[in-house]
């Protein structure tokens, strides 16, 4: 059973910062594309950004040059550093990842169960 485990969530005011971390788990053979999506109650779920396995990285243009992706294969987690959080950052923000879990089919993309993320004014 694959999980994917999303932390580090909470309570911050704007201006502070947050780290969220993701790990997967279970029989995982690959992992390729990780993600961090977030949502607010009422709307569509959004991609903030996305890292690629070599690293290659996108960032929603409403967190560009505040928030960081990282992943550590070795470890099959993924991270989201958020810096000068504002309010309008509050959402519940879910991990998302492409692994591939057996040799020779086509891998699929697995969710976290989410992490709320509040920022205070």
């Known amino acids: 059973q694959v999980q994917l485990v999303e932390s580090g969530g909470g309570l911050v005011q704007a201006g502070g910062s947050l780290r969220l971390s993701c790990k997967a788990s279970?029989?995982?053979?690959?992992?390729?594309?990780m993600g961090w999506y977030r949502q607010v109650s009422g709307k569509q779920r959004e991609l903030v950004a996305n890292i690629a396995r070599d690293n290659n990285t996108y960032y929603d243009d409403s967190v560009r040059g505040r928030f960081a992706i990282s992943r550590d294969n070795a470890r099959n987690t993924v991270y989201l550093q958020m810096n000068s959080l504002k309010p309008e950052d509050t959402a519940v923000y879910y991990c998302n990842a492409h692994l591939g879990t057996a040799p020779f089919i086509a891998g699929a993309y697995y969710w976290g169960q989410g992490t709320q993320v509040t920022v205070s004014s």
């Open positions: 279970g029989r995982i053979l690959r992992i390729n594309d």
